[in-house]
């Protein structure tokens, strides 16, 4: 099953407004999560990554005010799209590092994706 | 800077016939790589991934992948291929971080199509 949940799958809302997304680890602590973007019929891109009490770390180019990362728990991180606008329509996908393997073998285990479409 | 390359775009293969997905990457150091496999409007699954050791790596859903380092190359196999692995595949390059596999850097993927 699932180890990482994604919510919401799709939305779908006016311009000017704010979306957030959440990705949630089910049954595992993950310090550092990720955000990625994927354009239709492209590969993904990582946005950001998301630390665990701390401050994300953002890609090159990517506006840290219009893409608010926060990773107040263990378990959960959010991306808040500020002010949406049509060319932020995309679909967001995150990633959580599992942390239960030992050594190098920390995989990630990524969300079903968020289709977020602004009108 | 790390890259991965994919050549083929799409590729189309009846079923029961053998796959063999490209990916050539550039790292400086050996690399982390992983064959991920999203179907439509969904997240990535793990195939498979490469640490060290064996370089011929056994993944899930009946798919191998080889590590050539001459080639700077880890194609993605499989024997026999199933209308249900009808989806978009793609590789990856982990930079290693303090032990643990931290960005990923994805290929273009490919679009593998399964005819009847």
């Known amino acids: 099953g699932a180890v990482v949940s994604q919510h919401p799958s799709w939305v779908i809302c006016k311009s000017g407004t704010s979306v957030k997304i959440e990705c949630r680890s089910l049954d595992f602590q993950a310090t550092t999560m990720f955000w990625y973007r994927q354009f239709p019929k492209q590969s993904l891109m990582l946005m950001a990554t998301?630390?665990?009490?701390?401050?994300?770390?953002?890609e090159q180019g990517v506006e840290k005010d219009k893409f608010l990362i926060n990773h107040a728990s263990l378990t959960l991180s959010t991306l808040t799209v500020t002010s949406a606008h049509p060319e932020d329509s995309s679909f967001y996908i995150c990633s959580a590092r599992d942390p239960r393997g030992a050594g190098d073998n920390q995989p990630q285990h990524f969300g079903d994706g968020t289709r977020l479409s602004i009108l | 800077a790390q890259s991965v390359t994919q050549p083929d775009i799409h590729i189309t293969v009846s079923e029961g016939a053998s796959l063999e997905l490209r990916c050539n990457y550039s790292y400086g150091a050996t690399p982390y790589l992983f064959w991920y496999v999203q179907s439509p409007g969904q997240g990535l699954q793990l195939l498979l991934k490469y640490f060290s050791g064996d370089t011929l790596v056994q993944g899930i859903k009946g798919f191998e992948a080889e590590f050539k380092r001459s080639q700077s190359s880890f194609n993605l196999r499989k024997p026999s291929v199933h209308w249900s692995d009808a989806a978009e595949y793609f590789c990856?390059?982990?930079?290693?971080?303090?032990?643990?596999?931290?960005?990923?850097?994805f290929g273009t993927g490919t679009l593998l199509a399964v005819q009847p």
């Open positions: 990856a390059v982990g930079a290693r971080y303090g032990g643990a596999t931290n960005k990923l850097i």
């Open positions: 998301s630390n665990e009490g701390s401050k994300a770390t953002y």
